[in-house]
C-alpha cells in the first residue's frame, strides 16, 4: 500500500462550524505534513509531524488544530474558520531518512 | 533558507512542441530536487526526481538533469501532448531537524493546444 488517503474530498463549513479533516497512510512512515494550497500557488506548509511529535508549525493561526493519534493517522481540526481559509489541504508523508514525499489528493474545503 | 525559483509562466504551447521549463535552487547542504505535477482539480503527482548530482530523472517523456556547477534542475520534453496541460512545481528536499521539508517554486501553469 503505497498511498496517502484523506477524507471528505469536499467540504462546505460556515464560519461557526467544527469540523475536522482526516489523512491516513499505512506505509510505516514517521513523518506526516499538513499543507495549504491556494489555486495556482504552491503548497505552503503547515505542520510537521515526526514521530508521532509536532515538530514544526508555520506560525499557523490557532483556529486551526493539527492531531497525530498515531503513527498512520493525522487530523486537521477546524474552528472558527474564515472565508480566506477556503483551499486544497493536502496531507504527505515521507520516511526518515528518505527524500521520497507521498501526497494525497488532498480536501478541498470552502468557507462560506 | 533554501529555496527555488521556477520559470514564470504561464507557457502555451502547440502539441508535439517542444517543452523547458527553468527551475535553479538555492541550498545549504545536497538536496533532492523533484518535479511535481498537478493537473486541474487534482492533487500533487510526483512526476521525477534526482537525489544526487548528475542523476537524470525521467518519467513519461519527461526529463530534469541535477546540475550541480549551475545549480539547476530544468524540466523538458521532446514532444508535448494535450493531456500534459497542468501546473508543473518545481522543488527540492533537505533534512530539517528531525524531518524532511519540501521547498517548491511557484508553479508553471502549461497549456497545450491541438
Known amino acids: 500500500d503505497t498511498e496517502v488517503t484523506q477524507t471528505p474530498k469536499h467540504l462546505v463549513m460556515g464560519m461557526t462550524n467544527k469540523k475536522s479533516l482526516k489523512c491516513e497512510q499505512h506505509?510505516?512512515?514517521?513523518?506526516m505534513y499538513w499543507y495549504k494550497q491556494k489555486a495556482k500557488k504552491p503548497p505552503e506548509l503547515m505542520f510537521v509531524y515526526s514521530y508521532e511529535k509536532l515538530s514544526i508549525n508555520e506560525s499557523v493561526p490557532s483556529r486551526f488544530s493539527p492531531e497525530c493519534p498515531n503513527s498512520s493517522l493525522l487530523n486537521l481540526h477546524l474552528h472558527a474558520l474564515q472565508p480566506e481559509d477556503s483551499a486544497l489541504y493536502l496531507c504527505?508523508?515521507?520516511?526518515?531518512?528518505?527524500?521520497?514525499?507521498?501526497f494525497g489528493p488532498g480536501t478541498r474545503l470552502t468557507v462560506l | 533558507g533554501d529555496s527555488v525559483t521556477q520559470m514564470e509562466g504561464p507557457v502555451t504551447l502547440s502539441e508535439e512542441a517542444f517543452l523547458t521549463i527553468n527551475c535553479t535552487y538555492t541550498?545549504?547542504?545536497?538536496?533532492?530536487l523533484f518535479w511535481y505535477v498537478q493537473y486541474p482539480g487534482e492533487g500533487l503527482q510526483l512526476l521525477l526526481k534526482a537525489t544526487k548530482a548528475d542523476d537524470k530523472g525521467s518519467n513519461k517523456g519527461f526529463e530534469a538533469t541535477y546540475r550541480k556547477e549551475t545549480t539547476s534542475f530544468h524540466l523538458e520534453k521532446g514532444s508535448v501532448q494535450v493531456s500534459d496541460s497542468a501546473v508543473y512545481f518545481c522543488?527540492?528536499?533537505?533534512?530539517?531537524?528531525?524531518?524532511?521539508?519540501?521547498?517548491f517554486g511557484s508553479g508553471t501553469q502549461l497549456t497545450v493546444l491541438p
Open positions: 522543488a527540492l528536499s533537505e533534512r530539517s531537524g528531525s524531518a524532511r521539508q519540501l521547498t
Open positions: 506505509m510505516g512512515h514517521r513523518a
Open positions: 541550498a545549504t547542504g545536497y538536496p533532492s
Open positions: 504527505a508523508s515521507s520516511q526518515s531518512g528518505t527524500p521520497l514525499f507521498f
